[in-house]
């Protein structure tokens, strides 16, 4: 158990470090935005307190990291941390498919959308019978944690539905650019992503619960 606990934690670990280029892009638009995000507020009479303004950048590296992981292909972020273990005439574009890809996987798209829109083709014991596919299919319910849990924590009027659908159709956008850059695209991701979400918004509910007034700090204040 042990050992299956450390290989796990290797591999968050790993995707982790792929999250970084894109988290740091994204610190850099929410400081480039502040002052106007601060000044449209102001104008609508409302002050986001610090601790909300640190809760929220931690929320936009998360998303951002989110999509270096979701929306780029695969390995590519490890081709642009470590470009010297891949082949020599290895490119950033080499991870991408070629337009005759596209082409063709949009000309067999008809014929794969039954499997496509099949929830859990081998039923849910499936995603257990090895590793690999246990820890892809507890990370696509916990990488979306975040978003279920903090759009609740932000939002002055946050609730269950809301932060479930920020998590579908964030879900829906992932899964449809995938379909264009050789990525896995299922409905199983799709519902697991925004269970995610869902559970996420739970743990608020029982932050809120167990500490009353907590969660308001993090929210906009009227001046």
């Given at each position: 158990?042990?050992?299956l606990?450390?290989?796990?934690?290797?591999?968050v670990?790993r995707?982790?470090v792929?999250m970084?280029?894109?988290?740091?892009?994204?610190?850099i638009?929410f400081?480039?935005?502040f002052?106007?995000?601060?000044?449209?507020?102001?104008?609508?009479g409302?002050?986001?307190?610090a601790?909300?303004?640190?809760?929220?950048?931690?929320f936009?590296?998360?998303?951002?990291?989110?999509?270096a992981?979701?929306?780029?292909?695969?390995?590519l972020?490890?081709?642009?941390?470590?470009?010297d273990?891949?082949?020599?005439?290895?490119?950033f574009?080499s991870?991408?498919?070629t337009?005759?890809d596209?082409?063709?996987?949009l000309?067999?798209l008809?014929?794969e959308?039954p499997?496509?829109?099949?929830?859990?083709?081998?039923g849910i014991?499936?995603?257990f019978?090895?590793y690999?596919?246990?820890?892809?299919f507890?990370?696509?319910?916990?990488?979306?944690l975040?978003?279920?849990f903090?759009?609740?924590?932000l939002w002055?009027?946050g609730?269950?539905?809301?932060?479930?659908?920020?998590?579908?159709?964030?879900?829906?956008?992932?899964?449809?650019i995938?379909?264009?850059?050789?990525?896995?695209?299922?409905?199983?991701d799709?519902?697991?992503n925004?269970?995610g979400?869902?559970?996420?918004y739970?743990l608020?509910?029982?932050l809120?619960a167990a500490?009353?007034?907590f969660?308001?700090k993090?929210?906009?204040?009227?001046?």
């Amino acid at each position: 158990m042990w050992s299956l606990l450390e290989e796990a934690a290797g591999d968050v670990l790993r995707y982790v470090v792929q999250m970084l280029p894109c988290a740091f892009v994204g610190a850099i638009l929410f400081f480039v935005l502040f002052p106007i995000r601060r000044r449209h507020l102001a104008q609508i009479g409302l002050k986001s307190p610090a601790l909300r303004e640190g809760t929220l950048l931690i929320f936009v590296l998360f998303c951002a990291g989110l999509a270096a992981l979701t929306v780029f292909p695969s390995n590519l972020w490890s081709y642009v941390l470590e470009p010297d273990r891949w082949p020599e005439g290895t490119t950033f574009w080499s991870f991408y498919p070629t337009m005759e890809d596209l082409m063709s996987r949009l000309q067999h798209l008809p014929e794969e959308l039954p499997r496509l829109l099949t929830p859990f083709p081998g039923g849910i014991a499936y995603h257990f019978h090895s590793y690999w596919s246990a820890f892809l299919f507890l990370g696509n319910v916990g990488m979306f944690l975040p978003i279920g849990f903090f759009t609740a924590l932000l939002w002055r009027r946050g609730n269950l539905w809301r932060s479930t659908l920020v998590g579908f159709l964030a879900s829906l956008s992932i899964e449809t650019i995938q379909l264009f850059i050789d990525r896995g695209t299922d409905l199983d991701d799709l519902i697991l992503n925004t269970v995610g979400a869902a559970v996420g918004y739970l743990l608020y509910w029982l932050l809120r619960a167990a500490v009353p007034g907590f969660t308001a700090k993090f929210t906009c204040v009227k001046v």
